[in-house]
């Protein structure tokens, strides 16, 4: 299985500062008929479903503000949120679907410092 | 638009069998590779299974293979999850998610990532 590992745990952040999360795979993620890595980027807010942010590890889901990106390549990763707005305050996920099963990072909590 | 409607969570003994369900909407239900993720109380993600787009295919994480069955009924836009043998890890809140897949001239394809979840059905196993 390809183990997806999150950094850090959790982050404070002052309002309209950059926020950055690190994702490493186990093994590389990267999808050879498109050359594209097969990484994906979910916010979960308190007592909701998870929301697809980022797929192909830097394309935006439509209707996702442009503060969010997704960056990398091959099996490090990163999602950065460009200026931290008070709604951002969520947990977010890496996932993998190179292989199945598929797998998710074990989550990072963004905070308002 | 996409509504995913899960039901028939509750509580139940160890050992005991469980059926989910999530009713589709607000897309073309039949097009479109369906899965079931996992949330722990307190805790991260877990995918569970996967179904492609006509039901011929099934795919299941470790911890639940043998043990749920997950399947289709493209006449109800409907998918179910089977659980048996169910024990405490399985405690969890059940989501029904829509891959974010593709069609060609011939067939149609998950691609593994989620655009669209439902709320979510808590399954409690405990005596």
């Known amino acids: 299985d390809i183990v997806m590992t999150q950094s850090p745990d959790s982050l404070a952040v002052s309002l309209g500062e950059r926020a950055t999360i690190n994702c490493k795979s186990s093994?590389?993620?990267?999808?050879?008929?498109?050359?594209?890595?097969?990484l994906a980027w979910y916010q979960q807010k308190p007592g909701q479903p998870p929301k697809l942010l980022i797929y192909?590890?830097?394309t935006r889901e439509s209707g996702v503000p442009d503060r969010f990106s997704g960056s990398g390549s091959g099996t490090e990763f990163t999602l950065t949120i460009s200026s931290l707005q008070a709604e951002d305050v969520a947990v977010y996920y890496c996932?993998?679907?190179?292989?199945?099963?598929?797998?998710f990072g074990g989550g990072t909590k963004v905070e308002i410092k | 638009q996409v509504h995913l409607v899960e039901s028939g969570g509750g509580v139940v003994q160890p050992g005991k069998s469980l059926r989910l369900s999530c009713a589709a909407s607000?897309?073309?239900?039949?097009?479109?590779?369906m899965h079931w993720v996992r949330q722990a109380p307190g805790k991260g993600l877990e995918w569970v299974a996967v179904?492609?787009?006509?039901?011929?295919?099934?795919n299941y994480g470790d911890s639940v293979k043998g043990r749920f069955t997950i399947s289709r009924d493209n006449s109800k836009n409907t998918l179910y999850l089977d659980m048996t043998s169910l024990r405490g890890e399985d405690t969890a809140v059940y989501y029904c998610?829509?891959?974010?897949?593709?069609?060609?001239?011939?067939?149609?394809?998950?691609?593994?990532?989620?655009?669209?979840w439902g709320q979510g059905s808590l399954v409690a196993v405990s005596s």
């Open positions: 998610a829509k891959d974010r897949g593709y069609c060609s001239s011939t067939s149609c394809f998950w691609r593994g990532h989620f655009d669209y």
């Open positions: 996932q993998q679907y190179s292989k199945t099963p598929l797998t």
């Open positions: 179904i492609s787009y006509d039901g011929s295919n099934t």
């Open positions: 093994q590389s993620v990267l999808y050879s008929s498109n050359n594209k890595n097969s």
């Open positions: 607000g897309f073309r239900f039949n097009n479109f590779g």
């Open positions: 192909w590890a830097s």
